[in-house]
């Protein structure tokens, strides 16, 4: 089985400034990792994902993560937030291809001017 | 193209009524997921098509809740005589293939009264 906890359910941070978004997941298998976000009145929206090819995933609007399987982490990164970064964060776990994702609980973000 | 469309955005019913709710996937996506988010935590995995066929439905909570995708296309997810505790956000999900990235929909949002 598979799961993940999110460490943080709310992250304030202010412009400009780094954000971290903590994610510890467990599984049976290889995982498969991902974040979504979430903007109200929006869909899911996938960030990025971890496959098992390298470690150190890029992904969209300047967000990264870095799996560390010694840890069983997969914490999310970007440099400098924005504005428009504040929405819900969502780390995900599922066996590698497999179709049934594990959600976290989320972590809202919080962008101050 | 269009993204994943959910009808509606909105349901308010009583105790004890049927409801029926629809997801249009990505035209061409042959795998549809629905999902379901109580306030506060991370999407709930329902039930997942392959083409016209529930290839698995063990997230469903119990025998009120139903769902069918009768051309491979649309989906509806069908809940008899609901109760309070199934108030929350339906999401329903499409991918071009099992395994592939899913593209979320905004989501239905349910209040039982």
């Known amino acids: 089985a598979q799961s993940v906890t999110q460490l943080d359910s709310h992250v304030s941070v202010s412009e400009g400034t780094p954000v971290l978004l903590r994610c510890n997941y467990s599984s049976s298998y290889s995982p498969s990792l991902f974040w979504y976000v979430q903007h109200p009145n929006k869909g899911l929206q996938l960030l990025l994902k971890?496959?098992?090819?390298?470690?150190l995933v890029k992904g969209i609007n300047g967000f990264e993560a870095e799996f560390k399987k010694s840890e069983t982490s997969f914490h999310l990164t970007k440099p400098s937030a924005h504005m428009s970064d504040a929405a819900e964060y969502f780390c995900?776990?599922?066996?590698?291809?497999?179709?049934?994702?594990?959600f976290g609980a989320g972590t809202t973000v919080t962008v101050r001017a | 193209g269009a993204g994943v469309s959910q009808t509606p955005s909105n349901k308010v019913t009583e105790k004890g009524k049927y409801v029926e709710l629809r997801c249009d996937p990505i035209?061409?996506?042959?795998?549809l997921y629905w999902y379901r988010q109580s306030l506060g935590q991370g999407p709930e995995f329902l039930i997942y098509?392959?083409?016209?066929?529930?290839?698995?439905d063990s997230g469903l909570p119990n025998d009120r809740f139903f769902a069918v995708r009768p051309e491979g296309s649309v989906s509806t997810l069908k809940i008899q005589r609901t109760e309070r505790g199934d108030s929350a956000v339906y999401l329903c999900a499409s991918s071009r293939m099992t395994g592939n990235e899913q593209f979320f929909g905004p989501g239905t949002r349910l209040t039982v009264l």
């Open positions: 995900v776990v599922s066996a590698h291809n497999d179709y049934k994702l594990s």
């Open positions: 098509f392959q083409g016209t066929g529930a290839a698995d």
């Open positions: 035209s061409g996506h042959t795998a």
């Open positions: 971890y496959t098992s090819a390298a470690t």
